[in-house]
């Protein structure tokens, strides 16, 4: 069943009924000020960071759930109804919510009035603007009454939900004109207020909860509404508000335009207050002054489509199948510009006051969004290096508003530093910027002690060289990349975390396959940079360490079918047919395929042969088989979760692109391409009721088939499947990768495919590219013709003469 289709024309997705399965929902944002709204208006805003600057109010796991958000309520007559359907569920004439490029518009139709919403935050602007336009379309008059809603959360998220006795009193607002100020906390340690605005005048206002909605009463019904008058409230403590009341009158036929703002303002100590306890208002009106037309605020929507444009021409493809085009071209590249700005921190999964952004997670993202805005990859690079300790290892996350490390969460997660040498290796390739290895980058934030980014990147390939196990094995530490694999954290107490909980270093043996494999390949590529930068002790020093990886991989690593997964803390195996549950595990199989780990002696093939026997279902690659049905204390979380769900096999998504990569790596195109297809969003659009979550992004985990919903999808948006699926799409199966020296294409397709076209922006060239399969293969590239010249490498050169270029590849 759809809940509504895609528009590939304008990019968007067209929700026709706002009874999704779960929220749909989209950002607005892409820089500092941020919003999440849902298909039926529900949703917060922030700035920068939704734990410490968290400007709206949500409430997660509610009932109904996503109850909150930015609310019209129209009254027509005794009919009270909202744009969005939500909150006031009044039968609506016509739905319809289209989620674009950072950008959603949302309208309802109801008795021959529509109100059309567009919430977008403009660029390079702290502020949302949402334009309301209402139209009658009517014969007679209507007289309307307006009423907008929204709550303040008094900033810091966290406190917000849970410090009542100081809360409760410490709200303050200003009401001047038609602009609503929320001030709590800005004569003491805040430099910052938000305000609401409108760019007409009002006919009344309210910034008091209790008077607004009356204390029994929900979203659906606020009592303001229901009396059709505002009660000009004045919040003092308790929850303030912002809601301006407006009536309207429409001639049939009319339309009007209304211009809301939310904003956000920081002001210097100095000039925080324009009198005594009345707070300095210049930024905020200079704001509200850019967006008080209907004309200004159209503008601003039109460069933002164009920026959009343009980002999106980098990579395009033209494959004949429309599910595929839309989510190369538009969706996978828009959520990796999502997971990029928020790594795993605010989604509605993700409550924003858990997580700030990862350290492997957000240099995993950047392999989907470096090509996008390579200036702003470059940028994260360095925030997330200056985040590591002298000795390699690093915080597993920082608040992006500080950008400090995370105590809380502290380090030891042993594959973390790896995935610093994949962004900047990434970044390098993509733009051939290799000055950024001699920016001088500091440890855990002491400029004192910075070293240059190159010498970030030794330390991190050493940190695992340094921490080998008894088998010569990377030593897992808390947990490698599987979070839920914690074979150093034992612990019957029901209040311990699994991930912070004691982590047992002295005498350890638990060491980790899939860091194995991650090492060989990101140490292979930290070898070739070295050699680009004529170190050359370096880089065989590397080799060497990668080599002997290489070894141990194939001595204790190999299980006679499959590799093999861990060892635990005592030494034994884990994912090895010796085990009752848990025989096989995906990771690392994908990453020691990934590193063509004994492909000659044929054990690429094996692995991946028995990845498709036993993980693959009609969902996607599951986690692990057979699912853990006991508790194991010595394994951590994994097995705490029920059969099918998460790391105990779920097929959780972020990594079967390393499987579909592991299959171009030996050839076999179909398979790469079928599990693609599998969890791709865009094929699994007919079966929305099943799968819950939005039909076009990635979530992070489907259940698997051991579970009790096989095929239902969780945690949406926020997850590395965004750039590990673009890049494994892009790179290895469309396979247009970047080099050091050129575009490398070297697609990997069923054999059935006739071929493609792709076009491919590179370092100011513009590569219009036509790959052509008459042969029916997978892979290798037969010819290639460069602007009508042969030439015999598939390494498009780098011409830097910012035209374009042709390029024909055939496959055979
Ligand atoms: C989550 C985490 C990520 C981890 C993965 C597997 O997505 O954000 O860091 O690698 O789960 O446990
Ligand atoms: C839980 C989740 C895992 C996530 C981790 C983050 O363990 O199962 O997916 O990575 O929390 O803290």
Redesign the pocket.
């Known amino acids: 069943m759809k809940f509504g289709h895609f528009d590939d024309q304008k990019r968007e997705y067209v929700i026709t009924n706002p009874r999704t399965p779960w929220p749909w929902i989209n950002y607005l944002g892409n820089e500092d000020f941020f919003s999440l709204i849902s298909n039926t208006g529900g949703g917060y805003s922030f700035y920068k960071d939704a734990k410490f600057r968290r400007i709206t109010r949500y409430r997660y796991n509610n009932v109904p759930m996503d109850s909150g958000g930015k609310y019209f309520y129209i009254k027509d007559g005794d009919s009270i109804w909202s744009p969005g359907w939500k909150p006031c569920k009044t039968e609506l004439d016509k739905y319809e919510c289209r989620h674009g490029m950072n950008y959603t518009n949302i309208k309802g139709e109801k008795n021959g009035v529509t109100a059309n919403v567009l919430y977008f935050v403009p660029l390079k602007t702290w502020a949302e603007v949402q334009k309301l336009t209402l139209s009658n379309n009517s014969k007679e008059t209507k007289k309307l009454k307006i009423f907008s809603f929204l709550e303040w959360c008094l900033w810091n998220a966290a406190s917000d939900m849970e410090n009542f006795q100081r809360n409760f009193s410490t709200g303050e607002v200003e009401i001047q004109g038609s602009v609503i100020y929320h001030k709590t906390e800005y004569k003491e340690r805040r430099d910052h207020y938000a305000y609401y605005s409108v760019n007409v005048p009002v006919q009344g206002y309210d910034t008091d909860r209790e008077s607004f909605f009356g204390l029994y009463n929900g979203f659906d019904e606020p009592q303001v509404v229901s009396e059709g008058k505002a009660h000009n409230t004045e919040a003092h403590g308790w929850s303030p508000i912002a809601s301006h009341y407006i009536e309207v009158e429409l001639k049939p036929g009319e339309s009007k335009d209304f211009v809301f703002v939310l904003g956000y303002v920081e002001n210097k100590e100095d000039e925080k207050w324009e009198s005594k306890n009345i707070i300095n208002k210049k930024k905020a009106k200079d704001t509200i002054a850019k967006f008080d037309t209907a004309a200004k605020v159209d503008a601003a929507f039109a460069e933002l489509r164009k920026y959009w444009d343009n980002l999106l021409s980098i990579y395009t493809v033209d494959s004949g199948d429309d599910k595929l085009d839309r989510m190369v071209n538009i969706w996978n590249q828009y959520q990796c510009m999502i997971t990029f700005c928020f790594s ?1 921190s605010t989604s509605f999964f993700e409550s924003g006051i ?2 700030g952004m990862g350290f492997r997670d957000s240099n995993q993202d950047l392999i989907g969004f470096v090509h996008q805005i390579p200036e702003r990859a470059r940028e994260r690079i360095i925030d997330i290096a200056s985040t590591q300790f002298p000795d390699g290892g690093c915080y597993h996350q920082y608040q992006p508003l500080n950008k400090r490390g995370n105590n809380d ?1 502290g380090g030891g997660f042993n594959d973390d530093p790896l995935w610093l040498i994949l962004g900047t290796v990434s970044y390098l390739k993509e733009t051939g910027d290799f000055a950024i290895l001699n920016e001088m980058v500091p440890f855990d934030n002491d400029m004192s002690v910075a070293r240059s980014l190159f010498d970030h990147l030794t330390v991190s390939f050493d940190h695992v060289a340094n921490n080998l196990g008894p088998h010569g094995l990377p030593l897992i530490g808390r947990a490698d990349w599987n ?2 694999l914690n074979l150093n954290c034992f612990s019957n107490d029901p209040n311990e975390s ?2 912070t909980t004691e982590n047992k270093t002295e005498g350890t043996k638990a060491e980790s396959l899939m860091i194995a494999g991650l090492f060989v390949v990101y140490g292979r590529d930290y070898a070739d940079l070295c050699k680009r930068l004529c170190k050359n002790d370096e880089a065989a020093r590397a080799q060497k360490l990668v080599s002997a990886m290489e070894v141990a991989i194939k001595k204790h690593g190999w299980d006679g079918e499959w590799f093999i997964r861990a060892y635990d803390y005592y030494g034994r195996k884990i994912g090895s047919n010796e085990n009752e549950e848990a025989k096989i595990f995906i990771e690392s199989n994908g990453w020691c395929t990934m590193a063509g780990i004994g492909k000659e002696e044929g054990l690429c093939t094996k692995a991946l042969d028995a990845v498709k026997e036993r993980l693959d279902c009609k969902y996607g690659i599951v986690l692990n088989n057979p699912a853990f049905t006991k508790y194991y204390i010595e394994y951590g ?1 994994i097995s705490s ?1 029920p059969p099918g769900y ?2 105990n096999a779920g097929v ?1 998504c972020h990594n079967n692109p390393w499987i579909m990569i592991g299959e171009t790596v030996v050839g076999n195109g179909e398979r790469a391409w079928d599990y693609y297809r599998k969890i791709c969003p865009s094929y699994l659009e007919d079966i929305s009721d099943l799968h819950k979550t939005e039909p076009y992004v990635y979530s ?2 489907v259940a698997g088939k051991d579970a009790f919903k096989p095929g239902e999808a969780k ?1 949406s948006w926020l997850t590395g499947t965004a750039s590990w699926n673009f890049y494994a799409i892009s790179q290895y199966i469309l396979g247009i990768r970047p080099d050091y020296d050129g575009l490398l294409i070297d697609p990997c397709i069923p054999g059935s495919w006739k071929g493609f076209k792709a076009t491919r922006k590179f370092r100011g060239d513009t590569y219009h590219i036509e790959v052509v399969n008459p042969h029916g293969k997978s892979k290798g590239v037969s010819e290639v013709e460069v602007d009508g010249k042969h030439q015999k490498s598939n390494i498009i050169p780098v011409f830097g003469d910012g035209k374009e270029h042709r390029v024909k590849i055939v496959i055979g």
Do not use: A, L, P, T
């Open positions: 795993r858990g997580r969460i979070d839920c699994f991930q979380e979760y998460k790391e959780f992070q985990m945690n």
